[in-house]
């Protein structure tokens, strides 16, 4: 049965992916902000790691608090 589980949503959180580049980045804002995309959603379309977004997305939250 646990061959069945998407390996996707059952890594560790201590297994972290590579960081993201500009583009990636200014892409998964957009995309966040659009309100029709996920995290995962927009890891996939960008190719890189569901954690990666989540810290850009928690980084540019932190900038716009440290703006207001």
């Known amino acids: 049965m646990l061959q069945l589980a998407d390996r996707r949503r059952s890594r560790s959180a ?3 992916s590579g960081k993201m580049d500009e583009r ?4 998964a ?7 029709h995309f996920d995290t995962l959603d927009i890891a996939d379309v960008l190719g890189c790691g569901e954690d990666a977004v989540c810290r850009t997305l ?3 939250r932190h ?6």
């Not at 900038?63 to 207001?68: D, L, N, Q």
Request: aromatic share 4%.
């Open 14 to 16: 201590a297994v972290m």
């Open 24 to 27: 990636q980045a200014i892409a």
């Open 29 to 35: 804002l957009i995309l966040w902000k659009s309100g």
């Open 58 to 60: 928690q980084a540019a």
């Open 63 to 68: 900038v716009e608090r440290g703006k207001a």
